[in-house]
């Protein structure tokens, strides 16, 4: 099936979506117990990694969207309203980055409640979006986030453009999907030894994914953690990347709950039925 090219108006030909995942150390408490060593670097992000990404957008003026861990907007909660005061949405990305698809009904339903509450709470206002902890869900998830609030979901990596999705097969209800790919995710280029790869190289594959993005769908969506993409070398290469966005025609920079809010009202927006799953 061709997708539906996204018509965004006021001669807008590619919606672009910066978004930052993970904010401290959680997930590697979670991982490894303990917060020390070359592998637990979470500590990063909110020590120069969060800093250098707010910097480099309000150099260019561009908003985007942060998905972060209740558990982390809870201990870093200055940086995150920082965050929302220099113009940036905050989303939900989990409890404490869990390996989300193994959770049970109870546990899942808790920890969506317990993250939720955090965000609401530090931020004064309960957060739209929703992005599973590296994009793994469970049946239930999408039914989940829906009742507790949530306006879009950004965990799927099954499309091109937005779209709508039954949240499950025996209820009507939809939330909105923003697809994402690893393609565009900087972790498997930079979160382990043996899979780094030179930012000149990552940028190369950006820039081409970008083109065909703004030539073929209409949407991209960039996905980086603070704690790779905030160092030095790779920060300069996302620099390049934004320059060589902006350098187009018809770019429109959103943040997450903007595309879903005007993709929810938009006729020709894709509509799929819920995910299948085991009988």
């Known amino acids: 099936m061709a997708s539906e090219r996204p018509e965004w108006g006021d001669g807008r030909r590619c919606a672009v979506a910066l978004t930052f995942d993970n904010f401290g150390e959680s997930y590697d408490l979670l991982r490894y117990g303990h917060a020390g060593g070359a592998s637990a670097d979470g500590v990063y992000a909110p020590r120069r990694g969060i800093e250098r990404v707010l910097d480099l957008l309000d150099r260019h003026k561009l908003p985007a969207t942060f998905f972060?861990?209740?558990?982390?907007?809870?201990?870093y909660a200055s940086l995150a309203r920082e965050?929302?005061?220099?113009g940036h949405e905050v989303a939900s990305h989990g409890w404490m980055h869990e390996a989300w698809s193994?959770?049970?009904?109870?546990?899942?339903?808790?920890?969506?409640?317990?993250t939720t509450d955090a965000l609401s709470e530090v931020l004064g206002r309960p957060p739209r979006g929703w992005r599973a902890p590296s994009?793994?869900?469970t049946t239930s998830t999408l039914a989940l986030i829906h009742d507790a609030g949530y306006r879009y979901d950004s965990s799927f990596g099954d499309d091109d453009v937005p779209y709508r999705l039954q949240i499950s097969a025996d209820r009507s209800e939809e939330i909105v999907e923003l697809p994402w790919s690893w393609t565009l995710d900087d972790a498997p280029f930079y979160a382990h030894p043996g899979t780094l790869?030179?930012?000149s190289e990552v940028l190369q594959l950006w820039t081409e994914e970008f083109d065909a993005a703004l030539a073929m769908t209409g949407f991209f969506m960039l996905v980086c953690h603070p704690r790779y993409s905030g160092r030095p070398a790779r920060i300069l290469a996302l620099e390049k990347l934004?320059?060589?966005?902006?350098?187009?025609?018809?770019i429109w920079f959103v943040r997450c709950e903007e595309i879903a809010?005007?993709?929810s009202k938009l006729p020709t927006t894709p509509r799929y039925p819920?995910?299948?799953?085991?009988?």
């Open 68 to 75: 972060l861990e209740g558990w982390n907007v809870k201990k």
């Open 83 to 86: 965050i929302v005061e220099r």
């Open 102 to 114: 193994t959770l049970g009904l109870e546990q899942e339903s808790d920890l969506i409640r317990r």
């Open 135 to 137: 994009g793994l869900t």
């Open 197 to 199: 790869r030179r930012p």
């Open 242 to 250: 934004i320059d060589h966005i902006q350098a187009q025609d018809g």
């Open 261 to 263: 809010e005007f993709a």
């Open 274 to 279: 819920a995910p299948a799953k085991m009988q």
